[in-house]
């Protein structure tokens, strides 16, 4: 006997986006649940979902849509970077998995008035990338559509209980972050303040730029850690920092104790916020698209956790925080004293049930 | 040493319309071969691809994306079939390798200002086709978008050497069709041409729009005929019967004799050729989305496959012609004559480069 699909719990009314993505996703994994298949060990609602085909092996996939105008503009990037970007957001998951990238599947959505050349351009900047991370392009498809569309799925392997998950961090971990903070915020700021001739100048404009740009997953990071059972839970920081600690959090039932003055921040971020006068805080714990890895190690197995971050090469971690009991993520300054999150952020302290 | 991407082969002014889908994908296919990694054994170009992660199973792996006012329209389907039609593209594609689906990822771009009852709608007509067809949920994606989009990744999977291929056909072999052909383009044509309060009244009729909105994958078809390695290729009828033919017959080298009187014409194409002076061969050969199977079986293979057609329930197979040496695919009419294929298909007779 099969259950009945969960109700719908908004109002006739409410648009997509009233309701939000969290709600739709819970309902989501609410109607799909884990057991419609022995195979499935992680279904909806991590980085990726993780499946196992045969006994000594789990694969793991994620897919991620980009759409014209809304992920990515010809304002700011090129047809190769847009590309390249298209596959690293989802080596990103794939890497916050520990799971090895493998096989990559292109959905394009193409305007039939787009040029040729573009699409060569985005296409390359593709295939370039995914050579360059061992990743076999194997199927796709092709369809109409009034923007550039670029739906990429991506599989990795690993081996069973090699993996990382988002669920896992315990009171008492350490809580690591790879590489800095609010670049890709800092570089997006920039793009869209510029002024006609405004020229980067500075290099660490030019890497933010670079960064939000042309990102690059953290995939040997990932991969050491997992293969070393160096954390207990991993995500990446596509949706920015305190998200990112939010999800982890929240998936565990825990709370993290964020100490502010050791969050590694992008230096673009000071420039940037004291041109246009943003708040850097904003920036570096709200800010988006850095695709960095945070990661939560019991204390035992820090040595283990970086010696594989030292074998995997740059960038290196730096320890940001504490797993707790008390649920929420909290802000400590220096002296251990709760600090307002940054507008916008103050609801990360009470999660409340779709969050 | 890696090899340079090839050179894109068009002229710089030209668009992506221009170049055709065809061009587009022999490209991505020539830029990122197979040999890219061992394991896999096909990649871009057949209904789906194939990998190998384990000794004693193969996993093909298949995606499509489907627009809103491209490939669907809220003028003619519901949400329910919607989000099912999203899941049977796919399924057929895995149908048509042979393998039994498993695991689907969903992506989804979704416009700001939709209704959450419309995607509720979605989402449950997606999630309960996929319960029918013991997939499971185990992923995706949630971005804006101008459009509903629906990109579905449905992997399944066979035994090695079980599943069934695009190439393969030989001349000599018998050419098979499920079903019949023409329903969803006599469907599409009645939803588009009715008056207001035209009624289908018509079974006929009826079941072609059903065809058209809540097309039903071959699954158990394909699945016992790979199973019993019964057929030496298949495609589905995704792009209509007479480019399935062209893509069989091309793929191995062969040509294909089209035996026009034993098509299994749907009874409504009949109907709508005639209240709107259509062409019914037209409507038959050249209209898409019928998503019934087409196989080459051996001659030595033919009770093996006739068996496993009849273990795997409906729908009939029909004989409708065979694999020759002369490449190319021709219609022969009852005394064996070749005719003309109807407006728009002659190019099929003599294939170019890219096609």
Redesign the interface.
Known sequence: M?AP?PA?P?P????????G?HA??A??AA??P?T??A??I?????D??V?Q?????V?V???????E???FSWAHGTPETTGARALHVNLSDVAAMGAEP??A?????????????R??GV??GF??A??AA?V????????????L?I?V?L?G?AKPRKFLRRAGARAGDEVYMSGQAGAAAAGLAWLERREAGDDPGDAAIHGAVRRFLAPEARVALGVQVGRNRAASACIDTSDGLADALQQIAQAAGVGIDLEQETVPVHPAVGIVAARWSLDPWTLALGGGEDYELVFTVPKRARRRFLHAVRRSGLPPVTRIGQCVKTPGVRLLDVHGAVRPMPAGFEHFAAPGPNH
Not at 42 to 46: A, R, S, Y
Not at 53 to 57: E, G, I, K, L, T
Not at 137 to 147: D, H, K, S, T
């Open positions: 099969v699909l719908w908004h006739p009314g409410a648009t997509v986006a009233e309701i993505e739709i996703i309902w989501i109607a799909a884990l419609s298949r195979d499935v992680i279904g909806v609602g991590d990726a979902a499946v085909p045969a006994r000594n092996m694969e996939s994620t897919t991620d849509i980009q759409v105008d809304v992920h493998r096989h599947l292109l959905s394009l959505g193409l305007p039939a008035t787009m040029p040729g050349t699409l060569f296409l390359s295939i370039e995914a050579r061992g076999a392009l194997i199927g796709g498809n092709i369809a109409r559509a009034p923007v569309i739906d799925t599989t392997t």
